[in-house]
């Protein structure tokens, strides 16, 4: 999924991209309930960023209901997915390990990678993760993929464009 939640950092950062989402999530469900990204731990705290298992109806999103979003399917196998889940495991029990990468966001603009162990900014930790598990959506280093990237990617099947909150699944909540 790209979204985007209307905040100040992501206003700041359409200013310079152009593009329509600047935040990537992961997610494994429609329902988007299986959903991780590097951002905010905290809605209220933009400065506080890492890794998140996002939760729509308490997270982030919650505080921003106006978000659009662009949902996509790629298809993968079994064994990918098992991959994929494997190395999120690392996340998931390391959680406070890992910071939020500004400085690899900035490493983009200026179209020189900047990584650092432990250290991810969203688009890099979805593409990192595909491609950890086999999956290769471009040649480029996961450190300078953006959101509009996997937008702008023939592998990905549209499944829905526009208010988050006006998506089905997510609508039954």
């Given at each position: 999924m790209l979204s985007d939640t209307g905040t100040l950092f992501t206003n700041v950062i359409k200013t310079y991209t152009k593009a329509p989402y600047n935040h990537a999530s992961l997610a494994f469900d429609a329902e988007l309930k299986e959903m991780y990204s590097f951002g905010r731990k905290n809605p209220k705290n933009p400065?506080?960023?890492?890794?998140?298992?996002?939760?729509?109806?308490?997270?982030?999103?919650?505080k921003y209901r106006n978000t659009t979003c662009v949902i996509y399917r790629l298809q993968v196998t079994e064994r990918e997915i098992e991959k994929m889940k494997r190395i999120l495991e690392v996340f998931i029990k390391n959680n406070n390990k890992f910071l939020y990468?500004?400085?690899?966001?900035?490493?983009?603009?200026?179209?020189?990678?900047?990584?650092?162990?432990?250290?991810?900014?969203?688009?890099?930790?979805?593409?990192?993760?595909?491609?950890?598990?086999?999956?290769?959506l471009s040649d480029k280093l996961p450190a300078m993929?953006?959101?509009?990237?996997?937008?702008?990617?023939?592998q990905m099947e549209l499944i829905y464009e526009g208010k988050l909150f006006d998506y089905a699944p997510v609508k039954q909540h």
């Amino acid at each position: 999924m790209l979204s985007d939640t209307g905040t100040l950092f992501t206003n700041v950062i359409k200013t310079y991209t152009k593009a329509p989402y600047n935040h990537a999530s992961l997610a494994f469900d429609a329902e988007l309930k299986e959903m991780y990204s590097f951002g905010r731990k905290n809605p209220k705290n933009p400065l506080n960023g890492g890794f998140v298992k996002e939760d729509i109806l308490t997270g982030t999103y919650s505080k921003y209901r106006n978000t659009t979003c662009v949902i996509y399917r790629l298809q993968v196998t079994e064994r990918e997915i098992e991959k994929m889940k494997r190395i999120l495991e690392v996340f998931i029990k390391n959680n406070n390990k890992f910071l939020y990468n500004i400085l690899g966001v900035i490493g983009v603009s200026l179209k020189e990678p900047v990584e650092f162990s432990n250290s991810y900014f969203c688009s890099q930790f979805v593409a990192d993760i595909l491609y950890r598990s086999g999956i290769k959506l471009s040649d480029k280093l996961p450190a300078m993929v953006t959101p509009e990237d996997f937008r702008k990617n023939d592998q990905m099947e549209l499944i829905y464009e526009g208010k988050l909150f006006d998506y089905a699944p997510v609508k039954q909540h």
